[in-house]
């Protein structure tokens, strides 16, 4: 079976990469794909159990830096308003 989306033929490495470049650019889904395989601690990936985790990988990894990035934003806007000018 295969749909446009996974290939089962593939490696998980060229799936991921495929799904998420149409997401978030080829660069970026390089970047991502490379990440979830050294926490996998793979260099040899091709089954879909080794695509699904990698999918909680990047999930999980998403979360963390969502949260990081919103308490990031948070700082940036607070600081903003202490320091800026009142007229």
Same mark, same amino acid.
């Given at each position: 079976?295969?749909?446009?989306?996974?290939?089962?033929?593939?490696?998980? /490495?060229?799936?991921?990469?495929? #799904?998420?470049?149409?997401?978030?650019? =080829?660069?970026?889904?390089?970047? @991502?794909? &490379? $990440?979830?395989?050294?926490?996998?601690? /793979?260099?040899?990936?091709?089954? #879909?159990?080794?695509?699904?985790?990698? =999918?909680?990988?990047?999930?999980? @990894?998403? &979360? $963390?830096?969502?949260?990081?990035?919103?308490?990031?934003?948070?700082?940036?806007?607070?600081?903003?308003?202490?320091? =800026?000018?009142?007229?």
């Amino acid at each position: 079976m295969t749909t446009s989306r996974y290939d089962y033929n593939r490696s998980a /490495r060229k799936n991921m990469i495929t #799904a998420l470049t149409d997401t978030v650019g =080829a660069e970026a889904a390089s970047v @991502l794909t &490379n $990440l979830a395989f050294k926490a996998l601690d /793979r260099r040899h990936p091709a089954s #879909a159990d080794e695509l699904i985790r990698m =999918a909680d990988y990047l999930m999980e @990894l998403a &979360n $963390l830096v969502r949260v990081t990035a919103r308490s990031q934003k948070v700082d940036a806007v607070t600081y903003r308003a202490l320091y =800026a000018p009142v007229d």
